[in-house]
């Protein structure tokens, strides 16, 4: 019998400063790798690591090569929390914020909040989201985001809420960012819900919108904000419970301005992530690892809103809970960089640059259960990034600066930044 021969791969990177390979079994692990180079077989990776050694299994003399010019490499950066879909603009308000006190803000009659969003989504067309939304996930392309998290909650009605699904699944469908879909009805209670009037709200989503939701088969998570003047803990039980049992993975919002007990319904029910948790405890910590939660940092919206109480990192590492990080890009925090967003996990959450990149990549992958992507493992997708700058620690001192300058999905090149011809 004759030895198969060695694999052969059809596209090479070359040429980088470092490669930085994160470990998707062992969160905040990253290799770093001097003149690393990554080969490619149609959308996958077939192997990254130094080049003698991938040249010994793989052979590589006949690939097309991607030149990274001295630059750094990465996977596809993964933004796993995203309110990606909205109608209109709260800039006003948030300015207005900025410079005026609570009782001057509601003198100017502003439309402020969620509230104020789901008023301008249910007004514009599919054609204005659509296009909308279509921008920023341009912009986050070209900062690297290569997959995205995007949930519905700017409807509040079913009507509008699966036409939110829907919209989702075209942007899936018509943009090299790969979409996944969470469906969020229970965001936040329809405008001018009276106190009375919640609990037939949570009947509504329970009993008629997750069904529906999970019938158009849009979407793959269910979600719910669990947090004072929100649903309550009870509520957000039913809402996910009623998620599960229609076929959605559940996420959780929680303990963001408030610690109610949704830290401890999301480790009882092991959801796939629990997010925010600025107020959780060290113990809601340790519960969550236990029971195999991923936590979400958003660092950004933190800092968009001047919270409080900012998330500390080391308190998340130190409890064992891996940690996936996103944007959080919302009409309250317009973001669209992951790069800016690892930067932040740095200097305000305390991660190290490898923690920030592991939670950017395989971290926020694990926190939308996608094992396939996030990592440069072999069989992996073959989603990379190569930024102007030769090591993981400039990316991180360069506050706001991320010189992307070509983003490869699923094995091709789907954004460039032209060479400067001297």
């Given at each position: 019998m004759t030895s198969p021969g060695p694999q052969t791969a059809d596209l090479v990177v070359v040429g980088a400063s470092e490669l930085a390979v994160p470990d998707p079994s062992a969160p905040g692990v990253v290799s770093r790798i001097a003149g690393g180079v990554v080969a490619v077989a149609g959308d996958r990776i077939l192997a990254a690591g130094p080049e003698p050694e991938i040249a010994e299994s793989i052979d590589i003399s006949s690939a097309e090569r991607i030149d990274a010019a001295g630059g750094l490499v990465v996977p596809g950066f993964v933004d796993c929390h995203t309110h990606l879909l909205f109608g209109g603009s709260r800039a006003r308000e948030y300015v207005a914020r900025l410079t005026h006190s609570s009782a001057a803000l509601e003198e100017l009659n502003i439309p402020t909040g969620i509230a104020a969003t789901v008023e301008m989504t249910r007004t514009a067309s599919d054609e204005e989201l659509l296009l909308a939304a279509t921008g920023r996930l341009d912009a986050m392309l070209a900062q690297g985001t290569t997959t995205a998290e995007s949930k519905t909650g700017y409807g509040l009605e079913i009507t509008q809420e699966l036409r939110l699904l829907g919209l989702n699944q075209t942007l899936a469908t018509d943009h090299d960012v790969d979409v996944v879909s969470t469906f969020m009805a229970a965001h936040d209670y329809p405008p001018g819900t009276p106190w009375a009037?919640?609990?037939?709200?949570?009947?509504?989503?329970?009993?008629?919108?997750?069904?529906?939701?999970?019938?158009?088969?849009?979407?793959?998570?269910?979600?719910?904000?669990?947090?004072?003047?929100?649903?309550?803990?009870?509520?957000?039980?039913?809402?996910?419970?009623?998620?599960?049992?229609?076929?959605?993975?559940?996420?959780?919002?929680?303990d963001q301005y408030s610690s109610l007990g949704g830290a401890e319904l999301?480790?009882?029910?092991?959801?796939?992530?629990?997010?925010?948790?600025?107020?959780?405890?060290?113990?809601?910590?340790?519960?969550?690892?236990?029971?195999?939660?991923?936590?979400?940092?958003?660092?950004?919206?933190?800092?968009?809103?001047?919270?409080?109480?900012?998330?500390?990192?080391?308190?998340?590492?130190?409890?064992?809970?891996?940690?996936?990080?996103?944007?959080?890009?919302?009409?309250?925090?317009?973001?669209?960089?992951?790069?800016?967003?690892?930067?932040?996990?740095?200097?305000?959450?305390?991660?190290?640059?490898?923690?920030?990149?592991?939670?950017?990549?395989?971290?926020?992958?694990?926190?939308?259960?996608?094992?396939?992507?996030?990592?440069l493992a072999a069989g992996g997708l073959a989603d990379l990034v190569i930024i102007d700058l030769p090591r993981l620690e400039d990316l991180i001192y360069r506050i706001g600066h991320a010189p992307v300058t070509k983003v490869m999905k699923r094995g091709e090149v789907v954004h460039s930044v032209p060479e400067v011809v001297a």
């Amino acid at each position: 019998m004759t030895s198969p021969g060695p694999q052969t791969a059809d596209l090479v990177v070359v040429g980088a400063s470092e490669l930085a390979v994160p470990d998707p079994s062992a969160p905040g692990v990253v290799s770093r790798i001097a003149g690393g180079v990554v080969a490619v077989a149609g959308d996958r990776i077939l192997a990254a690591g130094p080049e003698p050694e991938i040249a010994e299994s793989i052979d590589i003399s006949s690939a097309e090569r991607i030149d990274a010019a001295g630059g750094l490499v990465v996977p596809g950066f993964v933004d796993c929390h995203t309110h990606l879909l909205f109608g209109g603009s709260r800039a006003r308000e948030y300015v207005a914020r900025l410079t005026h006190s609570s009782a001057a803000l509601e003198e100017l009659n502003i439309p402020t909040g969620i509230a104020a969003t789901v008023e301008m989504t249910r007004t514009a067309s599919d054609e204005e989201l659509l296009l909308a939304a279509t921008g920023r996930l341009d912009a986050m392309l070209a900062q690297g985001t290569t997959t995205a998290e995007s949930k519905t909650g700017y409807g509040l009605e079913i009507t509008q809420e699966l036409r939110l699904l829907g919209l989702n699944q075209t942007l899936a469908t018509d943009h090299d960012v790969d979409v996944v879909s969470t469906f969020m009805a229970a965001h936040d209670y329809p405008p001018g819900t009276p106190w009375a009037g919640h609990e037939a709200y949570v009947d509504a989503v329970v009993a008629e919108m997750i069904p529906a939701a999970a019938e158009t088969g849009a979407a793959e998570f269910n979600d719910v904000f669990c947090d004072e003047g929100y649903f309550s803990v009870e509520q957000a039980r039913r809402v996910l419970e009623a998620g599960r049992a229609a076929g959605l993975q559940p996420k959780i919002h929680t303990d963001q301005y408030s610690s109610l007990g949704g830290a401890e319904l999301a480790a009882d029910l092991g959801v796939v992530s629990a997010d925010h948790l600025n107020c959780a405890t060290d113990e809601d910590l340790a519960r969550l690892a236990e029971a195999g939660v991923t936590g979400v940092l958003m660092p950004l919206i933190d800092f968009a809103v001047a919270h409080p109480r900012p998330v500390d990192g080391r308190r998340w590492v130190a409890a064992g809970l891996p940690i996936g990080l996103a944007t959080d890009i919302c009409p309250g925090g317009w973001t669209v960089s992951m790069p800016l967003a690892m930067q932040f996990a740095c200097r305000v959450s305390a991660l190290t640059p490898e923690q920030a990149l592991w939670a950017a990549t395989a971290g926020a992958a694990r926190a939308i259960s996608r094992d396939d992507r996030g990592s440069l493992a072999a069989g992996g997708l073959a989603d990379l990034v190569i930024i102007d700058l030769p090591r993981l620690e400039d990316l991180i001192y360069r506050i706001g600066h991320a010189p992307v300058t070509k983003v490869m999905k699923r094995g091709e090149v789907v954004h460039s930044v032209p060479e400067v011809v001297a």
